[in-house]
């Protein structure tokens, strides 16, 4: 199956420093990857959704300029969470989908997640 | 709104015995149904899903799941567990369109399995 890859895996920063998380498509290119956010015994939460090209669409109550979401080719997306604080712990997971020139079917391949830990 | 709801949080079970997680959902139109696995320390995984046709839809590793329109329902089931399917399953549901689309997850249900 398609495969998508997360870096860092985890990362532990000070208060105020802007942290940026990697999700790429390994064999396959992404038109649509997703992040969401996942605390501790609680669900995945949509944070946003990023089209190759264009500007990310926001879930409400997402900061769009906390949450700095980049998508520029078809196997990059990028998360940068700036001025990081303590309840921006977290850990953040990506998913990839839309394989482009294969009809797809709403099945999105996860990345392993990154922890992120707010000093 | 779309909302999917798993009502067992934590589940323990001898090896051996029987599974079955529950999976309701609301959205009034077409849906496409996942169960997803998350082994620990390991990325979510798809586990099977239901598009459209066979309403009991087998996945991988022994499980399926059943799709019941009437009750909004898409439980989980696997007749004999494994010490190996201890992990988090996620239900999940989109709105039916092809491409893809935001999942919208359930708050997941931890299976522990007793040697």
């Known amino acids: 199956g398609a495969v998508v890859s997360q870096h860092p895996s985890w990362v532990i920063c000070k208060s105020g420093t802007s942290v940026k998380i990697e999700c790429r498509s390994l064999?396959?290119?992404?038109?649509?990857m997703f992040w969401y956010r996942q605390f501790p015994k609680q669900s995945l939460m949509l944070m946003a959704t990023s089209n190759e090209g264009s500007k990310a669409t926001y879930e409400q109550g997402v900061e769009k300029d906390k949450f700095l979401i980049n998508h520029a080719s078809l196997t990059l997306s990028t998360l940068t969470v700036t001025s990081a604080h303590p309840e921006d712990s977290s850990f953040y997971i990506c998913?990839?989908?839309?394989?482009?020139?294969?009809?797809?079917?709403?099945?999105?391949?996860f990345g392993e997640g990154s922890r992120l830990t707010v000093l | 709104a779309q909302s999917v709801s798993q009502h067992n949080h934590h589940v323990i079970l001898s090896e051996a015995a029987s599974l079955e997680l529950g999976c309701n959902y609301s959205y009034g139109g077409t849906v496409n149904l996942f169960w997803y696995v998350q082994y620990p320390g390991q990325h979510l995984q798809l586990l099977l899903k239901?598009?459209?046709?066979?309403?009991l839809v087998k996945g991988i590793k022994g499980f399926e799941a059943e799709f019941i329109k009437s009750k909004f329902s898409f439980n989980l089931r696997k007749p004999s567990v494994q010490w190996s399917d201890t992990a988090e399953y996620f239900c999940?549901?989109?709105?039916?369109?092809?491409?893809?689309?935001?999942?919208?997850f359930g708050t997941g249900t931890r299976l522990t399995v007793i040697p």
């Open positions: 064999d396959f290119q992404a038109t649509t």
């Open positions: 239901y598009f459209s046709g066979d309403p």
């Open positions: 999940a549901v989109n709105g039916g369109q092809t491409g893809a689309n935001n999942l919208f």
């Open positions: 998913s990839a989908g839309g394989l482009a020139g294969v009809v797809s079917t709403g099945e999105l391949f």
